[in-house]
């Protein structure tokens, strides 16, 4: 693995920070949906295509015009985002060659877990239940990946704790 | 492939810690290539090589499934 990729070690804890609360905050806003209003605010839509008739009748086209919107989800998204980039993409204490191979076969193993999932669920979801499938999809493979990951370090770490 | 570095290091009576601080590594990586759960790269094997000493294929050799 191209080591120059990873950030340095310190980014890793503040990356728990970011990414425990955006979760939490993700998930609370998820089932509530909730849409606190002081997260109404204008943006630039590069493109949007607007689900209701009503609003089509506002728009002066798909492209680049300020819409109107809650950023709750896309501070979340964001938010979640970049907390698992750290955290699965800091250089552990210890880095070396052994380390990246795991992090490279927790990626791997991310990678097929998370597409057996989807296409399970491609199969049996519909409707809005697949909706919210590709909502958690946005996620999974950071999360399985940053699981596999860790899992396989503590794997590791606990067998070699009492050797000499 | 096969390794004697467990034998190496006893002869030296050296921990795995203190081999990994001489070679770069984490001690993980010690002990996954004496478990045989990782092969190192050539860098590294060359590394454990001289730091005790020996070639190479002294420390390593293939086995009849490489």
């Known amino acids: 693995m191209n080591k120059s990729l990873l950030l340095p070690h310190r980014y890793k804890k503040p990356g728990w920070y970011v990414l425990i609360p955006a979760v939490v905050a993700g998930l609370l806003l998820y089932i509530s949906g909730a849409e606190p209003a002081w997260l109404n605010m204008k943006m630039l839509a590069l493109i949007e295509f607007p689900l209701m008739q009503a609003d089509a009748q506002q728009a002066t086209g798909p492209f680049f015009h300020i819409i109107q919107d809650n950023i709750s989800n896309e501070l979340v998204g964001m938010l979640i985002i970049t907390g698992a980039l750290m955290v699965g993409f800091s250089k552990e204490h210890n880095e070396d060659e052994f380390i990246a191979r795991v992090r490279l076969n927790a990626l791997l193993w991310a990678v097929l877990v998370n597409y057996s999932i989807l296409l399970f669920c491609f199969l049996f979801f519909f409707g809005l239940e697949f909706y919210s499938v590709m909502i958690y999809n946005m996620f999974t493979v950071l999360f399985l990946f940053i699981l596999r990951f860790h899992y396989l370090l503590y794997r590791q770490s606990r067998f070699t704790a009492d050797e000499k | ?66």
């Open chain 2, 1 to 66: 492939m096969k390794n004697n570095i467990k034998v190496e290091r006893a002869v030296l009576d050296i921990t795995q810690e203190q081999l990994a601080r001489h070679v770069s590594v984490s001690r993980q990586t010690i002990n996954a290539i004496e478990t045989r759960d990782y092969v190192p790269s050539t860098v590294l094997a060359i590394k454990i090589a001289r730091f005790f000493g020996k070639s190479v294929e002294d420390i390593f050799t293939l086995e009849q499934e490489d």
